[in-house]
């Protein structure tokens, strides 16, 4: 992290980081879960003590997320964080606003521990080195071991790099595929909310499976969902579209990294059915076919010049941040189409052995939306395999399909679930709050002042010129309304700078926009659109005294400010 006068550090986000601030909300939340399940009972007070002496080893989880002029940014954040006792539906949306700016969540519930993480922040395998050392810590204070924490036992040696610049090499052009994957469909939970099916598996036996096979886990399970879409959604039948699954691959063994921020890369093993209910080991080969060709290093490599040599451009740097915003939402939607699920298995999770007795099981969880209606997230602890199925929809088919082919071959699957898909009995491991609760929370309640401030100025200022002409236009819109309305909301700026010290520079963009926006009135009294010819020099000098005002009253920090926002 950099430094400013005043020792408050930031640094930008990785590659992959800058993608999710630009296309998240409250309806795709890019929220991911990892658990712990204990054999006992969670106590709230250790675990806060336990989350205030991990944090400092994990500055990648210390920030709070800011907006820049060209990028987003992470700020160093030194609030405190607070746990909270699991409410509702897993992975919703995280309003920094209501959680002490932080990106992350700690949440309980009964004997687990769940940490909820804003995809910008890191990836599966940086969250999951956070849980442990979260679990472990509580563990240490619940058996009376207090000590302090010691660095190698938290990965307090990882650094927080942006390991997609560290490797990357300039290599010949390779763009994702757009071309449209069959889509899951299927009748949305009442009144909202995510449906969790979840399928313990035995180790030993889906390994035996896999050996008899000679294929690793990973490809097995991914044939196995791509066959149960094909049975249990297109009825075996020859399809015009492919099932095309997203299947994340961590980069770190490949290029020697052990960054805790997002280093991944994303390929997709598609199948397209050509004839009547295809058989499974087609299915299968299909799949070890490409994974062969696509997880190999050169590739990986190609996908990593691909990405980041997007940002270097120096057409896509020089963009504004909102440009930047709608252009990403466009190609966003466009290659989101490309896949049918998502499957993530972040593999075993291991735990010295003086902690394996406390714990009973790991999980990985997903959050969906509309959009991405199911997805899937795997990982292993012991003797164990928990397939975590997330959807919007209200039937549980694909997981039962999924399930009893894995059953078929001898496996043993214990199921359970929150209950909220037809038929499926909730069996005490979820909150049982109405699930939709949530999404009807107050429209104001994620939003930013300073932006409601920005557009409520561009509306009236449309209503009084609007009202102008419908009253005969006589310019009293223009030589009063519109500058009127740009000096008020910029003293309501000030206000909000003066009252909510701690985030001034939420409201730092808008003042300078508002600021640049008054030049225009300049504009409008050089085509004589303003009449009082004092009118728009006053208002342009008033703005900038205000702005001036605030520099002054900013001092070094504002300075900073500037560096940190306009960064290239």
Not at 203 to 225: D, I, M, P
């Amino acid at each position: 992290m950099k430094k400013n006068p005043q020792g408050r550090k930031w640094h930008r986000l990785d590659n992959t980081g800058k993608l999710f601030p630009m296309i998240a909300n409250e309806n795709l939340s890019n929220v991911f879960r990892v658990s712990a399940v204990l054999k006992e009972e969670v106590v709230p007070e250790l675990l806060q003590r336990a989350l205030e002496e991990v944090l400092p080893f994990f500055k990648g989880f210390s920030v709070r997320l800011k907006r820049g002029f060209f990028w987003y940014y992470f700020e160093e954040n030194k609030r405190q964080p607070f746990i909270e006792e699991e409410q509702g539906e897993p992975c919703q949306y995280i309003d920094p606003k209501s959680n002490q700016m932080y990106l992350f969540r700690v949440t309980y519930f009964r004997r687990r521990i769940n940490l909820e993480v804003f995809h910008a922040v890191t990836d599966g395998m940086g969250a999951m080195e956070f849980l442990k050392a979260l679990v472990t810590r509580y563990l240490d204070l619940q058996a009376g071991r207090e000590g302090t924490v010691k660095p190698c036992d938290t990965g307090g040696r990882r650094v927080a790099e942006d390991s997609y610049l560290k490797n990357y090499k300039k290599l010949p052009k390779r763009r994702y595929s757009s071309r449209p994957a069959y889509r899951i469909r299927g009748r949305l939970i009442p009144g909202g909310g995510q449906s969790i099916i979840q399928g313990e598996l035995d180790l030993g036996q889906l390994k035996e499976v896999c050996k008899r096979r000679s294929v690793s886990v990973t490809r097995y399970l991914a044939a196995c969902l791509i066959w149960s879409i094909y049975e249990g959604y297109m009825a075996g039948l020859p399809a015009a579209e492919p099932i095309a699954i997203n299947l994340p691959i961590n980069l770190r063994a490949f290029f020697g990294s052990s960054t805790t921020s997002n280093f991944f890369a994303v390929i997709s093993l598609d199948y397209k059915p050509e004839k009547e209910h295809e058989s499974f080991e087609a299915i299968l080969e299909s799949v070890c076919s490409q994974m062969d060709e696509k997880i190999v290093k050169e590739k990986l490599e190609e996908i990593i010049s691909y990405n980041v040599s997007n940002e270097k451009k120096w057409y896509v740097r020089i963009l504004p941040l909102f440009i930047k915003w709608m252009a990403l939402g466009i190609i966003f939607r466009r290659n989101d189409r490309a896949h049918t699920i998502t499957l993530s298995n972040i593999g075993p999770v291991f735990l010295e052995e003086e902690y394996q007795s406390c714990v009973e099981n790991f999980h990985m969880m997903i959050g969906v939306s509309r959009r991405q209606p199911v997805k899937c997230g795997v990982c292993a602890f012991q003797d164990k395999v928990t397939c975590s199925f997330t959807s919007v929809y209200d039937d549980s088919r694909l997981a039962d399909t999924f399930f009893g082919r894995l059953r078929t071959e001898g496996i043993q699957v214990h199921t359970k679930g929150n209950g909220m898909t037809a038929g499926e009995t909730e069996q005490g491991d979820y909150p049982q709050e109405p699930y939709g609760k949530a999404r009807w929370n107050p429209f104001f309640r994620h939003r930013n002042p300073g932006k409601l401030i920005l557009l409520g100025t561009v509306l009236i200022e449309a209503f009084l010129v609007l009202m102008d002409v419908l009253l005969g236009y006589q310019a009293w819109s223009v030589n009063y309304g519109i500058p009127g309305a740009v000096l008020f909301a910029d003293l309501a700026l000030v206000f909000l700078i003066l009252a909510d010290r701690m985030n001034w520079q939420s409201y730092f963009m808008y003042q300078i926009g508002i600021t640049a926006f008054s030049f225009l009135l300049l504009l409008l009294r050089a085509v004589r659109l303003i009449t009082k010819p004092w009118v728009a020099p006053a208002t342009v000098a008033l703005a900038v005294l205000i702005l001036g005002g605030t520099i002054f009253i900013g001092d070094r920090r504002f300075k900073s400010e500037l560096k940190r926002r306009f960064h290239i």
